[in-house]
């Protein structure tokens, strides 16, 4: 009779928590929604600010109307649904943020807290940092590139059909151009996200700054296949990718020496650290010894 109480009274706990994350889960959900219809009604000036980049670079080279053409008749309506979607993501994130934050905070210890808030708010500025910087900076320079590679056609008469030559002009769809806006904010948004990542993981012990520097070479290589997978193949937009994420991962080995010298003035202060115990130990010292004269030897 005890075991089965033991047994219900261990799974009352669970089931209160499964029940708290539904709630939470239904309130993100919503939220989501709400955010996605707002998104959804004025998906047409969103879609203006999203094709300012295009519109300045092909003015820059000459052009005077920078509209995207549909190439399916449902073009238009997934080109909402797509701008929703994210608009919708964006609005619902500092809601389904709370909601994460109240889900966990009670099972942490009030230094845990403290500890974990911070990365919880640095990681929505770090992405939005990150899709700015793309934004303005990157998907300019980008579509500037991509432009370049038109050239203008002559024009057709009776006496020059031999040294006629084509024209190549860009006709953009409107979901493919969003498709590559959003892969370039996205890409950028999540690449931003590095530093809080791993300064977290420095906290909880789980990486040291040691050890990053150590994989420097290997961070290297593996950037560069990144930068490869989530930009155009373009050698811009490739060498501005790497160039900004190593530079974070640089940035990140610097935060997690920090957290690493703060955890040891604290050990330091309450007497758990002590850098000298290992050389005032006698059988450290006879064993170096021995090892010295057998090297001699």
Known sequence: ????????????????HLAELRQR????VVGFLIGMIICFTVWNPIFNFLTQPLCSAMALKGHTDCGLILIKLQEGFFVAISISLM?????SFPLISYQMWRFVAPGLYKSEKGAFLPFLLASPFMFFLGAAFAFYVVTPLAFDFFLGFQQGGSVLT????????????????????????IKFIVAFGLCFQLPVLLTLMGKAGLVSSEGLGN???FAVVAILVLAALVTPPDVITQVILFTVVYGLYEVSIFLVRRVERKREEELRAE???DDEQEFDDPLMKEFEEDDDKGSEK
């Open 158 to 181: 009776e006496d020059m059909t031999e040294n006629a030559t084509a024209g190549i002009a860009f006709q953009g769809s409107a979901q493919e151009y969003l498709s590559l806006t």
């Open 1 to 16: 009779m005890s075991l089965n109480n033991e047994m219900e009274d261990s799974s009352a706990p669970l089931i209160e």
């Open 25 to 28: 889960l239904i309130y993100s």
């Open 271 to 273: 007497g758990y650290y």
């Open 87 to 91: 608009g919708g993501l964006i609005l």
């Open 215 to 217: 994989v420097r070479k």
